[in-house]
């Protein structure tokens, strides 16, 4: 225990299945790629196609030395059409636990990663109530089929991060942590196409990442405690919770009010549902500084990552001991990343984020696990490939996999239980 780490922590990395498998046709996010006029940059088209190279693939990040791989089960593979669950893909889940199992590594199971079946729009996608209970009939369907292989279950991903949209776009043309154009993104015409895709219209459409207005999320928290309980019912011992994007939210003088309040819609507002979880799910990239007339811009010569935010690898011990205050259940790092195409300031990256989090262990903080985002580079949603989170680089036109030195150093990293003594 020289590092500070607890026996059994869950070293890992992480992908989700939209930005992976490939060819995720019955989902809602593929119909907004395919949709006229998308500002998706690309199509995610055969990603990195680890829908077929996933044996591949978790032998690779095991023999790099990894001890838990975090990936997501696609809703609209699992219940193509409502209420008709695939055979074959629940099949297809199963060989890749089974193959995590073969390999030694721990599955930390994602049920929805912001893409939903393209069905579920027609009734009225994360605004209608009934969502709530489609959701968990799924979840409970994942785990009365393959629950014996998953230890550990996050119902959604981000499930504040229309929130965090939401505000972006409220109080922008461009500014960070996203460079989105808002007008592209909001603009009717091809939202108009991407609910005529999914069969529906406009009015109906509404995909996880837009659920930010009051009820839609409820919708949310009550999808989340509903498939909760859907779970424990079946596997009283799986470890269930769910995941929050969470910058270090800091204030400058006279930002003090502003930041509280974006703290609030990242996170306290969600407290109700995640006290009664097993863990949560912290996800963290970089740091959101106000003032008072709202987010300030990076200071001139701040070093920036691909994404356009801030290069701040300390930001994650930061917000863990932020969110510890409030918290009385474990915490697991399950994202934390870097876009560059330097691969030395992501070592750097990875080195100074766990010498933090080391840090808040070593003051009790109950840390169970780091995940570095993204295993491999991969579909950067609407910015397409253009940006390379991985520690495994991908040549898409032959899907050959070249492990960084990032990737050999958390592997190592791993193995050791740690950083080591400096
Ligand atoms: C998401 C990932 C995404 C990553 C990097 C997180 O918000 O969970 O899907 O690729 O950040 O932007």
């Given amino acids: 225990m020289a590092s500070g780490y607890p026996e ?68 609209a593979r699992i219940e193509p059409e409502a209420g008709h669950y695939s055979r074959s893909a629940i099949e297809h889940y199963r060989d890749v636990l089974i193959a995590c199992r073969e390999h030694g590594l721990t599955p930390v199971v994602t049920l929805h990663h912001f893409t939903s079946p393209r069905w579920l729009m027609r009734f009225g996608g994360w605004s209608d109530p009934a969502t709530a209970d489609r959701f968990a009939a799924y979840c ?23 929130v965090m949209l939401r505000d972006l776009f409220a109080s922008i043309g461009q500014t960070p942590p996203v460079g989105i154009a808002a007008e592209s993104w909001t603009a009717p015409e091809w939202r108009e196409e991407a609910a005529r895709l999914c069969g529906t219209t406009a009015d109906k459409y509404r995909p996880f990442l ?72 912290l996800q963290n990239y970089t740091r959101e500084v106000y003032g008072p007339d709202g987010a300030a811009i990076p200071e001139a010569g701040a070093e920036l990552t691909q994404m356009g935010y801030e290069y701040d690898p300390e930001a994650l011990g930061r917000v863990v001991r932020q969110v510890a205050r409030d918290l009385s259940i474990p915490i697991v790092v399950t994202e ?81 239980n740690g950083l080591g003594r400096p």
């Fill in 8 to 75: 059994g922590f869950l070293w890992g990395a992480a992908t989700a299945a939209h930005q992976v498998e490939g060819n995720n046709v019955n989902s809602d996010t593929w119909a907004e790629e395919n949709a006229k006029g998308s500002p998706y940059a690309e199509r995610s088209g055969d990603a990195i196609d680890h829908y077929r190279l996933y044996r591949e693939d978790i032998a690779l990040l095991a023999r790099l030395g990894l001890k838990a791989y975090r990936f997501s089960i696609e809703w």
């Fill in 140 to 162: 409970e369907t994942v785990v009365r089929e393959l629950g014996d292989l998953i230890p550990y279950a996050l119902t959604m991903n981000e499930v504040d991060l229309p």
């Fill in 210 to 281: 837009t659920a930010s207005d009051e009820a839609s999320i409820a919708v949310v928290k009550d999808a989340h405690v509903k498939a909760r309980a859907a779970m424990k019912r079946i596997r009283p011992d799986i470890q269930v919770g769910l995941t929050l994007a969470l910058p270090d939210v800091q204030a400058l003088p006279g930002g003090e009010e502003r930041a509280e309040n974006v703290w609030n819609g990242y996170f306290r507002q969600y407290l109700d549902v995640i006290s009664g979880d097993d863990f949560l799910g």
């Fill in 336 to 416: 934390h990343g870097v876009a560059t195409d330097d691969d030395t300031r992501r070592v750097e990256f990875i080195r100074r984020g766990l010498e933090g989090l080391q840090g808040c262990l070593a003051d009790g903080i109950d840390v169970r696990g780091y995940f570095y985002w993204s295993a491999f580079d991969n579909f950067e949603w609407n910015f397409g490939y253009s940006k390379t989170f991985g520690i495994v680089a991908v040549d898409r036109s032959t899907q050959e996999r070249t492990a960084k030195e990032s990737g050999r150093y958390l592997g190592e990293i791993a193995r050791n």
